[in-house]
Nanobody, 124 residues
């Protein structure tokens, strides 16, 4: 089992920034892909970003390319999402997830473990 706890959400004005963190515990993440997804009310959960723990290779959803950056901290066993130039359409609950099989991980079905989510609200 992997336990994931997100933090860092909140209310921010359009154009502002937030940094989300996901603390992982339970198993070594060496061969995992860690991902961030988001879900707005009435919409499907969508891919935001992913990072392969061992290589550091990253991938991003089209909506966030150039604005969001995912990274990991090996010492703290955390994965972070730096969100810049936020837009009202970025408003959603953001979820951290762990994929034990690795890969680029852009589909929710690839992820086994999920956090409870953290709310991000961007005002116009």
């Amino acid at each position: 089992q992997v336990q994931l706890v997100e933090s860092g959400g909140g209310l921010v004005q359009a154009g502002g920034s937030l940094r989300l963190s996901c603390a992982a515990s339970g198993r070594p993440l060496r061969y995992y892909t860690m991902g961030w997804f988001r879900q707005a009310p009435g919409k499907d959960r969508e891919f935001v970003a992913a990072i392969q723990w061992s290589s550091g290779s990253t991938s991003y959803g089209d909506y966030v390319k150039g604005r969001f950056t995912i990274d990991r901290d090996n010492a703290k066993n955390t994965v972070n999402l730096q969100m810049n130039s936020l837009k009202p359409e970025d408003t959603a609950t953001y979820y951290c997830a762990a994929n034990p099989k690795g890969g680029r991980g852009s589909k929710t079905s690839e992820y086994t473990f999920w956090g409870q989510g953290t709310q991000v609200t961007v005002s116009s």
